[in-house]
């Protein structure tokens, strides 16, 4: 790996590292505030709004700017997300701010990828980042459950500055103002983000042209024969990970009677698995093998049925872990098949501003379906329940795609797994 691959990973690192203890402390300032159940639940379809909302600008900016530059504007976006939530923001206003950041964030980080490596590296990169994120995930939301805890937070709230007067008075908030330092450390990571070779593509004269633009890319995706198999499962896999977050959150109350901090480190758990699955996929599969994991997202929907039977924590930890891994093993090659033939037929940029548009328009639907459902009275056990039969008997239908398109269109599947094959020993 390139040495500038390391940069782009430290400030992957830190950034979501912030995300995800911004998640927790957002979850806590609502519960504080006294705000229903629906509100706690909608933080996460308000994250990907923005998402969904400026997917067609998004990769046309992040291929128009060195990506570096992209990634740090990006990090200050999510700073002032998070100074609105502590000068008295609704906290899903300021939430969807950093959405904001977040949504310029990814086209960046994912398209610099195929931009400094070979595509020969792409899956082992994936791997990488993805473990990377995910032990983020893990420590982020550990950290954020620390923040908000009685011990730390009292810590936090005694510090005194001498003629300064700060609205800081809860331990959410003390935990967000913390946060705000470490996306600025992120920050310093982008400015060290090396410069690639590769043209930029400049903005059009008037952003609206983008929106026909974005269209077609949308439509040269989803008509290739691996990018949709690729798209449609990448998509369904983070639109419910996206919202297991919560979810997991909910059932651990529910079932086990815990607190967000306590219930904070059962998400871990699942993130452990997940980075378990990522890296052993970076390890072992190559990018013209990806189609071969379909069947591990069945075998994943069945597994969350099962969470509904499990009121043990010592029975849920490795059962979370294994739920994790076969999540973490299918998403990776799935993930670099998806850039690999976006990046053939569009460009890095647009690709993930596409992927970026169907996973979180995935996500903002799932969690506005599970915000509703859960005002009108569905419990966690409910959701799960749903959740767990959506990705199997989805994860089949995108299997039986697959076979299909093998059938009666094998000449152009074969031409274009010979192509990743060529593109893996050669790249």
Not at 40 to 62: D, K, W
Request: charged share 10%; with cysteine; net charge positive.
């Amino acid at each position: 790996m390139k040495r500038g691959f390391f940069t782009i990973m430290s400030a992957q690192f830190f950034s979501s590292l912030a995300d995800n203890a911004l998640f927790v402390g957002a979850v806590q300032l609502l519960r504080t505030g006294g705000a229903p159940e629906w509100q706690q639940a909608a933080l996460v379809p308000m994250f990907a709004l923005f998402y969904v909302v400026l997917a067609p600008f998004v990769g046309a900016f992040a291929d128009a700017f060195p990506k570096g530059q992209v990634m740090l504007a990006s990090n200050f976006i999510k700073v002032v997300g998070c100074l609105l939530m502590l000068f008295g923001t609704h906290p899903l206003m300021a939430y969807a701010i950093v959405g904001l950041g977040a949504a310029a964030y990814s086209p960046a980080k994912y398209g610099i990828l195929t931009e400094l490596l070979p595509a020969s590296q792409l899956v082992k990169a994936n791997g990488w980042i993805e473990g990377l994120t995910i032990a983020s995930i893990i420590l982020g939301v550990l950290l954020g459950g620390q923040l908000v805890g009685p011990s730390v937070s009292a810590t936090l709230l005694s510090f005194d500055f001498p003629f300064i007067t700060t609205s800081v008075d809860t331990a959410p908030e003390a935990a967000i103002s913390m946060l705000i330092f470490i996306y600025l450390l992120a920050a310093w990571f982008n400015t060290r983000i090396p410069l690639t070779d590769v043209p930029m593509r400049p903005l059009p004269r008037h952003l609206i042209t983008l929106l026909p633009d974005f269209w077609n890319c949308s439509l040269r995706l989803w008509r290739d024969r691996l990018g949709q198999i690729s798209l449609s499962t990448t998509t369904l896999f983070w639109g419910v990970s996206g919202n297991l977050r919560y979810i997991v959150l909910a059932w651990a109350s529910a079932a086990l009677g815990y607190s967000v901090t306590q219930a904070s480190a059962l998400v871990g758990v699942v993130a452990i698995g997940t980075a378990v699955g990522a890296v052993a996929a970076s390890m072992r599969m190559r990018l013209h093998q990806a189609t071969n994991v379909l069947p591990l997202g069945i075998a994943m929907g069945l597994l969350i049925l099962l969470l509904n039977f499990i009121t043990n924590v010592w029975v849920a930890a490795p059962f979370l872990i294994l739920l994790g891994a076969l999540g973490g093993f299918l998403v990776v090659p799935m993930n670099a098949l998806l850039q690999h033939r976006g990046h053939n037929l569009m460009g890095a940029g647009r690709s993930i501003a596409v992927q970026n548009f169907n996973e979180q328009a995935c996500i903002l639907g799932l969690g506005a379906f599970y915000s509703f459902s859960t005002g009108m009275g569905l419990s966690a056990f409910g959701a799960i329940s749903v959740f767990g039969v959506v990705v199997a008997g989805f994860m089949w239908v995108i299997k039986r795609w697959h076979e299909r398109n093998c059938r009666e269109h094998a000449t152009e599947v074969n031409h274009l797994l010979d192509i990743a094959r060529n593109d893996n020993l050669h790249g």
